[in-house]
């Protein structure tokens, strides 16, 4: 049966497609395609009915961003989702540092929803939203 | 044309230093020896993403103006503010970070590094309870183990295996390349055979039996084979997972249990559970087996320890595990540092201040306190009432709320490209790439400082950061006197 959200553990970290976009530049077309991606276990896009390259939204107590869902291309991981770092990513992370100085990137419960008609912001778009300039 | 080698690569901590650069015109044509990332940075810094005149902000619109106005404005904002941040320093030389410290006491601020949302609780683990390391060189020559916790350099840092570890020819360990290509190819077979089976090319050949530890993601036999093997532990299946021998799939935060387990193991110690973390204890039985066996074993860890539930913790129990494990061999572990030169920056703000990261100079002297004076949570508190970013992005790394206050107080940008910190910066000034177009130190992840060549000369009228900062430091030296002198004049 096709579920509306799911509910996931969220982890961000390094792609070879982000670090060679970063290195291109941040506001390198690279960049934008490799941090607004959202990787995911096949049999968790099989349950919310969605297929490689469609929009979800990803929500977390800490904020909500639209990404690309991608099958997670090795080995199965259900109940986790992989963004690359960058500005998308940092909008949902748990901030947290608990008094050590290091955020919680890794590890935050999150909700994946299919989003086909939501678009995904671009960096300027995501950061006027969110902070104003 | 003329060819440059020995190039010191300045991406990631391996610090690759045999990279053979092609100069023609002024410009780098053609780059050998390097990974996907060398290639990306050494034929694109050119590019268009390059910030090309020092802007400042002006009616919310960031505006050309010339290098004086924009190194006034910047020294300005520092000098005037009570608790300014100073972050960054990963992606530059150390003799840039070394004013940065000294502009830091000069005004009264905090400086950070990018340690901080990287191996900060590495560093705090260090500090509680030491760390059994070695040079990547003594890695590559003997270690028989190689075990990657909670990172993936073929993404990260792509030629640490080939470099110094399980595909590098040592002189008393032999690469094992050639078993990952068989290996590779074996694959590659089996999927070609599968797709002439779909197509009806050839019939389905008789089902091989699979073997029992293909089955069920146990321990292969070759754990315990002579020469080098590679272990990968991690929460999802990275592309370092897929050339490993065995990989060993763990929830997400549950990197602690495993590792305690792992060392009651070591101990003789029965465990009364059948999983820990997700991985059944028989199999980190033979995990622990290998360990004990092995003539000098290596851990590299990455974020997947320090970011996880746990943290600092997570080190600390690492440290403990290689504690334990050298009573029976050799074992050594090394944190995989990220940016080029966040080793440096540990290094030169120690040397200077005492302290690797999140200095506060604001009451005349250098205190450290993480979880206070790191810049995370005085940004996260709202405290701070300007920040200089040089070469870091913390608009793109920092949580959202974080970065709320850095974008809400004025915030001066050093750095060559238009990243996502300068969009949201009031100051930009656009900067030599350090390595590239200037000269300078760094200090690869095992703390062996290395050269970094200038191959080519800089845009016209761009400094190194640490031209920059020496004329803000100037300048904001000359503007408290100014103060100073009208307060005695009044």
């Not at chain 2, 763990?250 to 060392?263: F, G, T």
């Not at chain 2, 001066?412 to 238009?418: L, N």
């Not at chain 2, 000034?429 to 060549?453: C, W």
């Amino acid at each position: 049966m096709v579920q509306q959200k799911l509910r996931v553990t969220l982890l961000t970290g390094r792609t070879i497609e982000q670090g060679v976009g970063k290195e291109q530049g941040k506001s390198s077309q690279e960049y934008f395609e490799a941090c607004s991606t959202v990787y995911m276990d096949e049999e968790d896009m099989k349950k919310l009915g969605i297929k490689s390259n469609t929009n979800v939204l990803v929500t977390t107590p800490h904020g909500s961003v639209v990404l690309k869902a991608v099958k997670h291309p090795r080995g199965s991981m259900p109940g986790i989702i992989y963004i690359p770092y960058g500005p998308w990513a940092n909008a949902i992370v748990n901030d947290s540092t608990t008094s050590i100085g290091m955020p919680s990137f890794k590890g935050t419960p999150a909700e994946v929803e299919p989003a086909p008609d939501k678009p995904i912001l671009s960096m300027e778009e995501l950061l006027k939203n969110l902070y104003g300039k | 044309m003329v060819v440059v080698k020995s190039v010191t690569c300045p991406i990631c901590g391996s610090l690759c230093d045999d990279i053979e650069l092609t100069i023609e015109n002024n410009e780098v044509v053609k780059v050998k020896n390097g990974c996907a990332l060398c290639e990306s940075k050494f034929l694109g810094y050119k590019g268009e993403h390059r910030i090309k005149t020092p802007l400042i902000r002006k009616d919310g619109k960031l505006m050309p103006v010339s290098l004086d106005e924009a190194i006034h404005k910047a020294a300005e904002i520092l000098a005037n503010a009570n608790y300014p941040i100073l972050y960054g320093w990963s992606s530059t030389s150390c003799e840039a970070q070394r004013i940065g410290v000294e502009l830091a006491e000069e005004i009264g601020g905090v400086i950070d590094n990018t340690a901080v949302v990287c191996h900060g609780p590495s560093i705090l683990s260090v500090q509680e309870v030491g760390i059994p390391t070695c040079t990547l060189g003594q890695i590559r020559h003997r270690a028989d183990l190689i075990i990657y916790w909670g990172c993936d350099p073929w993404s990260a840092h792509p030629r640490h295996l080939e470099r110094y570890t399980a595909f590098t020819e040592g002189r008393f360990e032999k690469s094992d390349w050639k078993g990952y290509i068989q290996k590779v190819k074996a694959a590659a077979g089996k999927k070609k055979i599968e797709s002439a089976v779909r197509r009806g090319v050839v019939k389905r050949p008789k089902a091989q039996p699979m073997l029992q530890h293909e089955l069920v993601n146990a321990p292969p036999p070759t754990l315990m084979k002579e020469g080098r093997k590679l272990i990968v532990v991690d929460a999802r299946k990275s592309m370092t997972a897929e050339m490993a021998d065995y990989f060993i799939q763990v929830e997400p935060n549950k990197d602690y249990e495993v590792m305690q387990a792992i060392r009651a193991l070591i101990r003789d110690q029965e465990l009364d559970v059948d999983k820990v973390g997700g991985v059944p204890v028989e199999y980190l039985e033979e995990v622990a087996d290998a360990m004990v066996n092995c003539n000098f074993g290596v851990i590299f860890f990455g974020m997947g320890l320090t970011q996880t539930a746990g943290k600092f913790r997570n080190i600390e129990v690492a440290i403990s595990l290689i504690r334990d494990l050298n009573k029976r061999t050799k074992f050594v572990i090394m944190p995989m540092r990220g940016h080029f030169n966040v080793t440096g920056a540990n290094v030169v703000f120690t040397w200077q201040s005492g302290y690797p990261y999140g200095v506060d100079f604001s009451l005349g002297y250098p205190r450290y306190n993480p979880g206070e004076t790191t810049c995370m949570d005085i940004l996260l508190r709202g405290e701070s009432d300007a920040t200089l970013v040089i070469a870091a992005d913390p608009g793109a790394t920092f949580p959202r709320r974080a970065v709320e206050h850095m974008a809400k107080t004025p915030l001066i940008v050093i750095d060559p490209h238009m990243n996502a910190t300068a969009m949201l910066g009031d100051v930009v000034i656009p900067s030599a790439f350090v390595g590239i177009e200037s000269e300078g130190t760094a200090y690869r992840m095992d703390h062996v400082p290395l050269p970094l060549k200038k191959v080519v000369d800089p845009p016209k009228g761009l400094l190194s950061d640490e031209e920059i900062l020496r004329r803000i430091l100037e300048e904001v030296r000359a503007i408290k006197a100014k103060k100073m002198r009208e307060a005695e004049a009044a």
